[in-house]
């Protein structure tokens, strides 16, 4: 049922930076509406990453940052580190009848 | 520090009714936000259930709409879910979570730890 949609998985090496995009369209992301971003680690569940496109919680390292364009967003890790390999996923509002929270298909990100 | 805490059976017989219950300590839930519950299929992505707010107004989501109730307890600082006539697909982590407002939307933070809950016969 998910309307923005994540590639299945991204790989870097240590220190290397990877990009996750989250494509929606114009009744979520291309309406305006803010994307999130969530890191959920094998077993537990999704930490809260990004907010409102590119803001930080406390305690989330300067090393991820998030991004919006259109009808796509983007979520970067700079210095990719063996803790970074997890689950990511997108979250946006959806104005259309396929209801108001929507998720993206998700992304498993492996450190080589 | 808001911290939320998902209980239930683990286990619901097809047709029957899922019913769950999330405790919310380090903030009173008569005080304000909404209040949701996200599930997660084993191996796959998030989707959004519904929200309740403290006065008790819901939303939910229509593809699960016909089949869901999210009420709210305030004495008790809890909120709860239900979910009727389940079915294998049902089977999922279910998470309760507070949506937080943002200009352009709500993201969900925090989350609880997750219960599983398995529909077999």
């Excluded at chain 1, 992301?29 to 994307?35: E, H, M, R």
């Excluded at chain 1, 009848?97 to 998700?106: A, I, M, R």
């Excluded at chain 2, 200009?103 to 989350?111: A, I, L, S, V, Y």
Aim: glycine letters at 12%.
């Amino acid at each position: 049922q998910s309307v923005l949609t994540q590639p299945p998985s991204v790989s870097g090496a240590p220190g290397q930076r990877v990009t996750i995009s989250c494509t929606g369209s114009s009744s979520n992301i291309g309406a305006g509406y803010d994307v999130h971003w969530y890191q959920q680690l094998p077993g537990t569940a999704p930490k809260l990453l990004i907010y409102g496109n590119s803001n930080r919680p406390s305690g989330v390292p300067d090393r991820f940052s998030g991004s919006k364009s259109g009808t796509s967003a983007s979520l970067a890790i700079t210095g990719l580190q063996a803790e970074d390999e997890a689950d990511y996923y997108c979250q946006s509002y959806d104005s259309s009848l396929s209801g108001y929270y929507v998720f993206g298909t998700g992304t498993k990100v492996t450190v080589l | 520090q808001v911290q939320l805490q998902e209980s239930g059976p683990g286990l619901v017989k097809p047709s029957e009714t899922l019913s769950l219950t999330c405790a919310v300590s380090g903030y009173s839930i008569s005080s304000g936000y909404y209040w949701g519950w996200i599930r997660q299929p084993p191996g796959k992505g998030l989707e959004w259930i519904g929200s309740i707010y403290h006065s008790g107004s819901t939303y939910y989501n229509p593809s699960l709409k016909s089949r869901v109730t999210i009420s709210v307890d305030t004495s008790k600082n809890q909120f709860s879910l239900k979910l009727s006539s389940v079915t294998a697909a049902d089977t999922a982590v279910y998470y309760c979570a507070r949506p937080v407002a943002g200009t352009r939307g709500n993201w969900f933070d925090p989350w609880g730890q997750g219960t599983l809950v398995t529909v077999s016969s």
